[in-house]
């Protein structure tokens, strides 16, 4: 059974940093391409940033270029991801996906964590 765990969110105030983790059990770690995706309130789902399964190869939305890194550590089974100079635009709910395939016209992840909530305050 496949597992992902989500920690890291919270209250900050625009301008600051946060930093998310999303360790992952039930698979192998380094065999998954994975991503994090955020929902804010009345908005439908978006791509935040993916990475490959090396760590070699990562996309990042454009809002979000510049500011958020994404990051893995097979050794520890972990995704992460870093975020800086917040705005309250990025304020959402945060999910970490793991296992991307492609699926007709795109990619897909089979798996999904709970969720996060990171919230910034102007």
């Known amino acids: 059974q496949v597992q992902l765990v989500e920690s890291g969110g919270g209250l900050v105030q625009a301008g600051g940093s946060l930093r998310l983790s999303c360790v992952v059990s039930g698979r192998t770690f380094s065999n998954l391409a994975m991503g994090w995706f955020r929902q804010a309130p009345g908005k439908e789902r978006e791509s935040v940033a993916t990475i490959s399964r090396s760590g070699g190869s990562t996309t990042y939305s454009a809002s979000v270029k510049g500011r958020f890194t994404i990051s893995r550590d097979n050794a520890k089974n972990t995704m992460y991801l870093q975020m800086n100079t917040l705005k309250p635009e990025d304020t959402a709910v945060y999910y970490c996906?793991?296992?991307?395939?492609?699926?007709?016209?795109?990619?897909?992840?089979?798996?999904w964590g709970q969720g996060t909530q990171v919230t910034v305050s102007s």
């Open positions: 996906a793991v296992d991307r395939f492609w699926n007709e016209q795109r990619y897909e992840y089979r798996y």
